[in-house]
Structure formats: structure tokens, C-alpha cells
């Protein structure tokens, strides 16, 4: 069977050539007698990996000095918890605003360890959309302020950083998960305070956790907070305090790799601009599909739309499998169709897919 048209939210498409490189080097990494998933996480050679994606992610994201760079493991759900653990200290209040499903499950997770401020929240607009940042609401003296800078599940997305000088508050640390647009767009790490995302959307396989944390947020661990999640410890040893996600460090390297081939993270903004506007622009012009997002917030990574005529759901999907275009349902929380085009989907699979919307159009309007 020839490889499909993979539109999965997550775990998520991987670069071929990424793919085709791993499994070249699966029984032999360089010459050292074994494949990656066999390594010590803390010999060298595994070391060397860990230091040259690390280094590769920096360059990518140009991450200031004084920011760590984590491998860590849990995922972004976890990290819901991990943070107020690490960053509340003694400070009994955090600020979040709400976007979607993922928001409002980190703020929930959040008042089980501290006060949630609710900064603002779009749900009013049944979460279609970013309230502006001058209708935010901060307390008084908070932590830090939460973000989910994309909502996989809404299809909503930051228009840009979110700079809370433009309202006074330039000291409050951002708090962003970003686990499904990171190196999507170029990013003013220096914005935030700390970025985390899981890695199976856009870096690699499902099981790494990224997080960028400012050094000065480091040291500030609840006594509850597990060691092995306290920011501090992880960074003081280099992530390894236990053992890592060794093989999805490795897969992430090779994308980080691959990527600064593509010609970086700008170069992929470009190609990720044009990959969602062909696609909108196609929705936005029938009257079969539609989508319900604010187009100034409207994600370049997730795209939900609807079929007007929802009865036709299931011949939808059935004839999208067979011509090669899975994983196109959308989110059972909120329904219709959804094209998730990570920076691995080229452009070549989002032009299939729209030929298939304009296909399935004619013969069923």
C-alpha cells in the first residue's frame, strides 16, 4: 500500500525523509554497533543526540541564553499540572484565558493546586475566536498568565504573541502550550516565560514534552511537586534526572534537522500560510462546506470545517479513505470534519484533499 494523505491531529504525520533516515539507522545508529532505542541515556553517543537536537531546536526558535531547554515526558496534559506545581511558589494565583477545549482543561487542572483567575474567555463566541488583549482582566499579583496559543480541537489560533506590555503588565510571566503549531511560525521566545507542547503534532512521536522555561522561573517548586517534574532538577540535570524519552528525542532531532534544510522555521511559516490558504479559501467559497472561525483567528494548523448537510458525514469519510485521505473526522466534542496539515504535509496532499472537497461537492450538491 502506497502511504496516504495523513490528516491526523496527533499523533500527526511525520516527514518521509525523517521516517526513511530512521529506519536506515534502526539496527546501526553511526557505526556504534546498536540502534537508538537500545543506547544508555546517559552514554555518549545517546549524548551527543540529546546535545545536537537541543542545539538544532535553539537555532530553530533563536532561544534567548537564559532560557533551559527540557525533554521531559507526560505531555501537555500533564504539564497542566507540572506548571502550577513549579510556578505558583508563593504566590496563590494564576491568570488564564480561554480559547477552547485545551484551555479550559489546563485552567481546570490548575485550581486543583491554586486560585484561577478567568483573564478572559471567548466563550461567548462559542469559542470561535481570541478575545482582544485590552479586554483582559489580570489580577492583581498572578504567578503567571496561561495561554493555549492554538487550540487543536476549536481551530483557533493566536494572530501573534501575546505582548501584555501593550496593557501594563510586562512583568507577568506567559505561560503557552503550544504543542500544535510550535515551529510553525516564527515565535518572539523572549515573549513568554515558559512554552511547552507534546511533541506528537509537529516535532515527532507521541511520549517527548518540550518545555522552554525562563531561568529566573526555575527554583520555585511546590514541596508536592514530584522530583522528577520539578523544572529545576530536570534542567540542573540536563534532563536527565531519569530516564528520557530516548528514541523520541532522537526522532525529534532528525525533524529539527529536516527542517533547518526546509530553510527554518520562516521558510515553513510560508509554506504553512499557503498550505491553509488554499484550503480556506477553498471553504470560504462553497456553499457545501463551511467553517465557523473568526478568519482573523483562524489556525494554520487545524482546520475544522462542517458539510452543511451533516447526513452525509459518513459517505464523506468513507469516500475520503479511499482516495487516500484519512483521519479527516473531527474532534468527537464538537463534530464535523477536521484537516490537521502539520508542517510534514505538503502542499501536494492539501491540494488532494480540496480536489476531493470539490469531487464529493458535485456529486452529492
Known sequence: ?????????????LPEEVLRQAAEEMLDWHGAG????????????FISIAEQAEADLRELLAVPADYRVLFMQGGAIAENAIIPLNLLGERDTADY????????????????????NLAASAEASGWTSVPVLESWQLSADPAY???????????????ADPDLARIGRAEVPVVADMSSHILSRVIDVSRYGLIFGGAQKNIGPAGLTIVIVREDLL????????????????????SMYNTPPTYAIYIAGLVFQWLKRQGGVAAMEARNIAKARLLYDY???????????????????????????????????????????????????????????????????????????????????
Open 34 to 45: 546498536m540502534g537508538v532505542m537500545e543506547m544508555s541515556h546517559r552514554g555518549k553517543e
Open 97 to 116: 484565558v480561554l480559547t477552547g477545549s485545551w484551555s479550559v482543561k489546563s485552567a481546570k487542572e490548575a485550581a486543583r493546586y491554586g486560585k484561577v
Open 283 to 365: 471553504l470560504d467559497g462553497s456553499d457545501f462546506y463551511e467553517n465557523r472561525i473568526d478568519p482573523v483567528c483562524r489556525s494554520r494548523m487545524n482546520v475544522p470545517f462542517f458539510l452543511k448537510n451533516e447526513a452525509l458525514n459518513d459517505a464523506f469519510l468513507t469516500g475520503a479513505r479511499e482516495a487516500g485521505l484519512l483521519q479527516l473526522k473531527g474532534h468527537k466534542s464538537v463534530g464535523g470534519m477536521r484537516a490537521s496539515i502539520y508542517n510534514a504535509m505538503p502542499i501536494e496532499g492539501v491540494a488532494a484533499l480540496v480536489d476531493y472537497l470539490k469531487t464529493f461537492a458535485a456529486r452529492h450538491g
Open 145 to 159: 498568565l496561561f495561554v493555549c496559543t492554538n487550540e487543536t480541537i476549536g481551530g483557533v489560533e493566536y494572530a
Open 219 to 238: 527554583g520555585r517548586a511546590s514541596p508536592h511537586c514530584p522530583t522528577a517534574f520539578d523544572y529545576k532538577t530536570v534542567a540542573e540535570a540536563g
Open 1 to 13: 500500500m502506497s502511504r496516504v494523505w495523513n490528516f491526523s491531529a496527533g499523533p500527526a504525520a
